[in-house]
């Protein structure tokens, strides 16, 4: 079980350097490009990964997570993807849509290192 943890927090690693990938693609398409869809592939990755990990915490011994740092990383996660997906059909992403989304990205870094 402890091997599926690592293997989880891996992909759960490798789905965040994905969006920050992505927001570097975003950022050198410029204005007027649409929505990179990679959003919603790193975005799912870590949806995926994010919740597997919480569901096998129970068979886990020495793992206690933040319930309510999860919860809020969930939120902050579901706003990144309802604002990729909201976007998607358009022609062209705003202009404050990239920052926005990487800051999110950051904030949920942010909230995993610092938030015990
Ligand atoms: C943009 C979205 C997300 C990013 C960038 C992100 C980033 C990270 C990072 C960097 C870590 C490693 C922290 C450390 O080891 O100190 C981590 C751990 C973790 N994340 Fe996320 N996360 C995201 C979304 C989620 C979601 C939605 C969930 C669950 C609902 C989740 C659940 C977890 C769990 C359970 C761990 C601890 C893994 C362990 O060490 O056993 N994450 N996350």
Redesign the pocket.
Known sequence: MEFL?LLL?FL??LG?AM?IGVFMLQLKAGKDAPVNKGWLHG?GL??IT??A??AIEPALDD?D?NHMK?GI??V??VV?LGLAGGFLRKPAAPNWLNPVLGG??VL??GL??FWT
Do not use: D, E, F, S
């Open positions: 943890r927090v759960h690693l965040m969006l975005g870590q949806l994010g919740l990990l919480m793992v997570y999860l990383k969930l902050v996660l990144i999110l990205v949920n870094v995993a290192v």
